[in-house]
C-alpha cells in the first residue's frame, strides 16, 4: 500500500505543478501597458532585424550587381549590356537582374539560419 500512496503523492505533486498560477496584473498606466507591449511583442528584436536586413539585403545587392553580373555579362557578345535587355516596353534584363539579386538573397539568408540553428542561436 506504501507504493500506491507514493504514486498518489506523485500524482498530487504534478497536479499542483500543472495548475495555472494567477494571470498576471493589468498594466497601471499607460508608460506600463508600452513597457508590456514592449516586453511581449518583443518589438526592439523586431526593429533590429528589420534594420540588419535592410543593409544585409543592401550588401547582398552590391555583391550581386558589383560581382556576379559582371561575370554574367562576360559571357554575353560584347557590346550587349545584360540590364538594357528589352521585350517591347518590357525591361526583361533588368528583371533578370533583379530575380538574380533575390535568388541569392534568399540564398544567403537560408545558409544564416541554418547556420544559426546549428549554432544554436534560434
Known sequence: MSKEKEMLDELKQIRELLTPG?????????LEE????????????????FIMGIYLGALIGALVTDLVMPIVEFFL?????????????FRIGHFLGQLIIFIIVALVIFLLVKLTK???LE
Open 118 to 120: 546549428r549554432m544554436g
Open 22 to 30: 494567477p494571470p498576471p496584473p493589468p498594466p497601471k498606466n499607460l
Open 34 to 49: 508600452f513597457k508590456h507591449f514592449l516586453k511581449s511583442y518583443k518589438v526592439i528584436g523586431l526593429a533590429v532585424a
Open 77 to 89: 557578345p560584347p557590346g550587349v549590356a545584360f540590364e538594357s535587355w528589352t521585350v517591347g516596353p
